[in-house]
């Protein structure tokens, strides 16, 4: 198809032809219909290679078909990121994380090799040691480079379950220390808080275990259970911190029904006991059918009204987001997940020479603040953010200016790529693809 459209005259840009509607992120592409189509259907797990403990998959293999085939053969990858139809596409050219992040880093940084399909129609394998360059620049380019067509993931042993330790924990300074103090533990195989109110939150950690104690194993994937960030709340309720066992499954995929809690605001008595047992195993709606079916009143509606924002800031910093989350927003529960950025080339990296300890805030809901209004509130955040060093996620509505941009992301190796392997007659620049002020 690239090679066609070479032939061609190489008259518009290429994407791929997933429709928007498809893909889990709450934008839909308008330059879908501008730019011409590249079909990309594969969507298979290649191969399992348990010597080399590395599993080579296609773009549109999903995180819950992945785990699926993965788990019976006691694999698991490193980082699972949280739904079930994330793809191995989607989380390399844009980013993905999950509460493992905080030893393996961001899913790319479980990622072995890519193979790409470039401009000129040309097949290219890169890794951290051929064709590097490319390597690095890959995560959080959009697509803007190549088409991915494989890639090459790290796998470990899996485990049973995941015994989970559950600590509320009051007042803002208190939860950002313990938060940071369980975040450098590397004996944690998983660290996690939910913040219900600027000064209350539950932390939890987790290991990875064979064994269980039967009384104390809870399935909390099976459909009548309550909503995980629900059931998470009574520790802090009760005022109690707690252990259990989860299915290894069910852990990696907790925040899947609820969609971490935005089903509450899609269907607000969906936590309620009659309908989890009569009606649970419906939910959640697929995200792709909510944005299918949802009109464009609707749409404009809920970019007004509601917030879904992932922010990576330092860990250092974290108290002072927080504030400025509640500040600015008012959005609760706020997800917190640490991880490690390790100083590799490439649009992400942290300010010194060293890896650094960051976390990513999750903002998902309804904003609380009286004077919310969705371009001057989320300009005023992403300002403050760039301002600490930290970076959005590319999946959400992002209204920075150009040079706004590439203060917060760095460029360099990204336009040296793009204009070595004559990226811009093929490919949108990244800015222009997922950008507000762009796309209007």
Known sequence: QVREWKDEGSKRYMCTGRPGWLTVSLRVGKYKKIHKNIMINLMDVLEVDSERQVVRVEPLVTMGQLTAHLNPMGWTIPVVPELDDLTVGGLIMGTGIESSSHIYGLFQHTCVAYELVLADGSLVRCSPTENSDLFYAVPWSCGTLGFLVAAEIKMIPAKK????HYQPVRGLQKICERFAEES?????SFVEGIVYSLEEAV???GVLTDEAEQSKINRIGNYYKPWFFKHVEKYLKADRTGTEYIPSRHYYHRHTRSIFWELQDIIPFGNNPVFRYLFGWMVPPKISLLK???GEAIRKLYEQHHV???MLVPMKSLEKSIQTFHNDLNVYPLWLCPFILPNNPGMVHPKGDEAELYVDIGAYGEPKRKQFEARASMRQMEKFVRSVHGFQMLYADCYMTREEF?????GSLYHKLREQMNCKDAFPEVYDKICK????
């Open 292 to 294: 299918l079916t949802q």
């Open 161 to 164: 379950y995941v015994k989970i």
């Open 308 to 310: 879904v924002q992932d």
């Open 184 to 188: 450098k533990k590397k004996e944690n």
């Open 406 to 410: 590439w203060d917060m992301f760095d």
């Open 203 to 205: 932390i939890m950690t």
């Open 437 to 440: 002020a762009a796309r209007h």
